[in-house]
């Protein structure tokens, strides 16, 4: 089983953008992006108010390649939420989610094979290009590149294991010249498998690299015109990769999911959503009852929220109950809180694909059905986000 890569320095297609920006939209609603880095613009080469440029070269307003180092806490949804901070980034992706042409109709990226996946499709790690190399690639042309560096997502208390991936990277990157900016991203659910509970991405400053005489400035020549070889030089230096590392995961820890056990985990996340729904901003108030919990005062559980708003808001949705039952039903099948919302994508995508050929029909026997069914669905849909009532 083979994979292309995108080609270095390229935005994902039109098509990619789009899809995981109005799935993501419909699950969850929009997701509030924080902090103080100004989100990426998805073609962004070319003078600020005019038409964007698709070259992908780097220019003079100042801009580097981003890596942009993300925590990973719902799995491929992850992905909606992180494309609305980064929409011109690549990703680093698990080949299970490139292995059929119906799956990379949703998904594109550039591939990693773990040993798992090998064994269990049968696949060949030779025929895939080395994501290490293949990102160094990419961040030399002028792209901005998304990692997750628990390489595999879980909804626990605290993150999963950080690898050394994207210390790779930006060692390699070093090595040649190519200056790269790191901003690292924390995700933040109310809760990650419900429909249209909150979604925030926290943009945290940019991660200063250690300095140990060979950063990239020293290693750049004066002058624009300079231009790294992409995949020259040998393997980065493992003590240099080390070094990067640990700084990657200190800048990661502090604008992630980091609680002391599950029973604070849980306390914080209720106390952060009634905080929420009292116009407070979640993640702002997470990060403050997460740093209590850590100092040994967890919050007392916050209070729920209402449950008719949402009973409301999904009879409106009545005109559209095949595809959200069929959602909740496929959702019952993922073996894990952070893949009920994939599989719900999925399932409901599908339906959507079937039922609104009967909607159009409905529509041209009753003309007034169409709209009247539509207004209900969105009706519906704008209730379940009104902030004082979400989940």
Known sequence: MAFSTPKPGSAPSAWHRGLVTTLGTVAFGRPRILGEVRPARALRRGPRGSRRSRSTRPTDDGHRPRLYLASHRNGAIDGCALASAAPGAQ??????????????????????????????????????????????????????????????????????????GAARILAACRAQGVDVEVVPVGLFYSAPDRYRSRVEVLLGDPVPLPDDGTSASDAASPGPSRAPVPGAGG??????????????STALDEVSVDCPDDQSFHAVLTAAGADARAAEGFTESFLHHQRQ????????????????????????QAPIAPVLLTAWAVGKKADAVNTV???????GTAAALLWAPVLAGLTVAKPAAGPAALASSAAGWALLGVNRWRL
């Open 293 to 316: 919990a850590r100092a040994g005062r967890p919050p007392l559980p916050g209070a729920p929220a209402p449950r008719w708003p949402r009973l409301l808001g999904l009879t409106l």
């Open 235 to 248: 393997a980065p230096d493992p003590a240099e990769v080390d070094r990067i590392h640990q700084v990657l």
């Open 341 to 347: 919302s994939f599989f719900r994508v999925l399932g």
């Open 91 to 164: 990703f680093l992706v698990s080949a299970q989610l490139l292995r059929h042409p119906l799956l990379r109709l949703l998904f594109t990226g550039i591939p990693v094979v773990r040993p798992k996946d090998v064994e269990r499709y049968g696949m060949d790690p030779a025929e895939v290009a080395d994501p290490v190399t293949a990102g160094v690639r990419h961040l030399a042309a002028g792209g901005d590149l998304v990692v997750l560096p628990e390489g595999t997502s879980e909804w626990s208390h605290a993150p999963q294991p950080y690898r050394k």
